[in-house]
């Protein structure tokens, strides 16, 4: 038997877009005439789906549409999606910070968020106040809370701070602080939107690790939405794919992601370019690149494909083209050269596609900017400066499952070390 601790049924969430308060009371009237005479709602008929990049002719949006799933006790369940597909709202009603338009939410068990940075502080009591504060709104004893404090305090890393308000407290000790008080007070769930990725490094580290403590020593459930894959990964159990307020998928964690990273292959039409150096004796088409297959975005550790299509009137052959791959990073700054000269190819009559295959990426979670050049007989023949960008997912380069701290570098490299 399964041991059901939450479960979201048919939860749809309706907005009305526009200025909040303007010209709505004709509607509030109209919803009241049809509930009065027991009929529906009558704007739970209207609305458009939820995508943040078209218009619309609705006034109304469903930033929630027909959800459901259950979540057992002890699991770890990830919520991925781009921005805007609706992930922070469904958390807002499983916290009952707000409600559905329609169905309902049943859990088993106290809730614990961490939602927005300072979510439940009071910014003007300290920092030790907010612990028995959100203590008492949790349902726990000043003697329960007193007992955990000295755990809490030594989690969070603000030890000097803690009986100073909370106002003065920068974005990163503020989520430490509530970070700790969520998971020492032992709530039954736990439920944290993206406010991890304020903390340093160091804090996320820490994080991840006490939530997959409170989940397998403690049986406590953890619902977890992150855009840092390799953080989902490496943490949740079972994962729901979110797309313009709809799970689109549901299953293992390892599938929501690859159905999380599916999506249109970057296809630039680098013809079209006008600001480019050369004879013109071959010519860059278009490029395409993607991940370890079509249709799968490009991630940290995993394999990456740049193909070029390549215009050859001329019907030179391989040996006669050098081709060219400069990637920089957003400030200009050079990370990788890849270079035809550098490689033993077989020589190929009348080549029209280039084809980069990197087995491991090794580019940090970011966008790179692309520089391609092509030439003949040691002449210019095409050549784009900053002709294309791409962006790179965030994942786990090292087999150890470690992730290279924020800042330290753009790209990974493959090492041996030991002691002797």
């Known amino acids: 038997m399964k041991d059901i601790i939450l479960k979201a049924e048919n939860i749809s969430k309706q907005y009305r877009l526009g200025q909040v308060g303007t010209g709505t009371l004709s509607h509030d009237l109209n919803r009241w005439w049809h509930q009065v005479r027991g009929k529906e709602n009558p704007y739970l008929k209207i609305g458009d789906t939820n995508d943040r990049s078209t218009k619309g002719i609705s006034e109304y949006v469903w930033a929630l549409q027909d959800i459901n799933f259950e979540v057992e006790r002890g699991e770890v369940l990830g919520i991925i999606g781009k921005n805007g597909a609706g992930k922070s709202t469904l958390l807002k009603i499983l916290s009952k910070v707000t409600a559905p338009t329609t169905g309902c939410i049943k859990s088993r068990g106290r809730i614990a968020s961490l939602l927005e940075v300072g979510t439940g502080f009071n910014p003007e009591l300290t920092g030790k106040e907010n612990i028995f504060l959100n203590g008492a709104i949790l349902g726990m004893t000043k003697k329960e809370i007193a007992s955990k404090l000295d755990e809490i305090v030594e989690f969070s890393g603000c030890e000097r701070y803690i009986d100073t308000p909370v106002k003065r407290y920068s974005s990163g000790m503020t989520v430490r602080l509530a970070f700790a008080v969520a998971a020492f007070l032992e709530p039954e769930i736990l439920v944290i939107d993206e406010v991890l990725a304020v903390g340093d490094a160091e804090f996320q580290k820490k994080a991840i690790g006490k ?210």
Request: with cysteine.
């Open 211 to 420: 939530m997959q403590d409170i989940s397998r020593e403690g049986g406590r459930t953890v619902l977890f939405v992150s855009h840092n894959m390799a953080a989902v990964k490496s943490l949740c159990t079972r994962g729901i794919v979110m797309e313009n307020g709809k799970v689109v998928f549901e299953g293992g964690i390892n599938d929501s992601v690859k159905r999380y990273l599916q999506g249109d292959i970057i296809n630039i039409k680098l013809a079209d370019i006008k600001n480019r150096i050369g004879n013109k004796k071959v010519l860059f088409d278009n490029v395409q690149v993607y991940g370890a297959e079509k249709g799968i975005k490009p991630m940290t550790g995993e394999p990456m494909n740049i193909v070029f299509n390549i215009v050859n009137r001329d019907l030179i052959n391989s040996s006669e083209i050098r081709f060219d791959l400069r990637i920089d990073d957003d400030f200009g700054q050079r990370l990788v050269w890849v270079s035809s000269i550098l490689k033993d190819l077989e020589t190929l009559d009348n080549p029209d596609k280039i084809i980069i295959s990197f087995k491991k990426t090794p580019f940090e979670f970011g966008m790179y900017f692309a520089t391609i050049y092509l030439g003949v007989h040691n002449e210019d023949a095409d050549w784009i400066d900053n002709a294309f960008t791409f962006n790179i997912e965030a994942g786990n380069y090292f087999s150890s499952k470690k992730k290279q701290p924020n800042g330290q570098s753009k790209i990974n490299v493959d090492f041996d070390i030991s002691y002797k």
